[in-house]
């Protein structure tokens, strides 16, 4: 099945810029999706087909894919970013027709 | 409001049944593919079973092929999940995601979540 890896943690000062890597094979050949996933509440989608940005989501947010790594980017960090973030991808050859990442917790210090 | 609520979560014992219901409201029910993702304690994303629009298209992940059944009825705006033969490993809050795009087809990002009931396989 595919396997999609992220960082379990990154921490970052306010007002400085958080990088969060999602490794697959292959992954700059697919769509990427990411997820913000604040404690208690339900993910929200951050960012779409690698560098999309749904309504209402902050400018801070972008996103970008090569080659075997995604890389979701937070500029000017805020307090309310800190939260889990999971990327996700379709894949039609594994166990599961959507298959997300194992999640990265991103620390405002 | 476009919003989503589930219900139907309980604590069941291993090898029983439950049926997980969702009901959207403030958008076009029938033109989206609706999708079922969970979370165990404490752990990561694992997306169930998704459905098309019109229903007469489901996917399940391995791990409950030939256990969860997806459908919807979208006279009543609402997406269901049947769950059968339960295990503990199904234990985990789950979520009702709805497909981001209008009349696509099964792949689509989830652009609005329910807030999750929670599901407890225990003896």
């Known amino acids: 099945s595919y396997v999609l890896t992220q960082p379990p943690s990154v921490s970052v000062a306010p007002g400085q810029t958080a990088r969060i890597t999602c490794g697959g094979n292959?992954?700059?050949?697919?769509?990427v999706q990411w997820y913000q996933q604040r404690p208690g509440q339900a993910p929200v989608l951050v960012v779409y087909?690698?560098?999309d940005r749904p309504s209402g989501i902050p400018e801070r947010f972008s996103g970008s894919n090569s080659g075997t790594t995604a890389t979701l980017t937070i500029s000017r960090v805020e307090a309310g970013d800190e939260a889990d973030y999971y990327c996700?991808?379709?894949?039609?050859?594994?166990?599961?027709?959507?298959?997300f990442g194992t999640g990265t917790k991103v620390t405002v210090l | 409001e476009v919003q989503l609520l589930e219900s139907g979560g309980d604590l069941v014992q291993p090898g029983g049944s439950l049926r997980l219901s969702c009901a959207g409201s403030?958008?076009?029910?029938?033109?989206?593919?609706m999708n079922w993702v969970r979370q165990a304690p404490g752990k990561g994303l694992e997306w169930v079973s998704g459905?098309?629009?019109?229903?007469?298209?489901?996917n399940y992940a391995d791990s409950v092929k030939g256990r969860f059944t997806i459908s919807r009825d979208n006279s009543k705006n609402t997406l269901y999940l049947q769950m059968n033969s339960l295990r503990a490993e199904d234990t985990a809050v789950y979520y009702c995601?709805?497909?981001?795009?209008?009349?696509?087809?099964?792949?689509?990002?989830?652009?609005?979540w329910g807030r999750g009931t929670l599901v407890t396989v225990s003896s």
């Open positions: 995601a709805k497909g981001a795009i209008a009349l696509s087809g099964m792949t689509t990002p989830f652009d609005l």
């Open positions: 403030g958008f076009t029910f029938n033109n989206y593919v």
């Open positions: 459905i098309s629009g019109s229903g007469d298209n489901t």
């Open positions: 292959n992954i700059g050949g697919k769509s």
């Open positions: 087909e690698d560098t």
């Open positions: 996700q991808v379709w894949d039609s050859s594994s166990g599961h027709l959507y298959v």
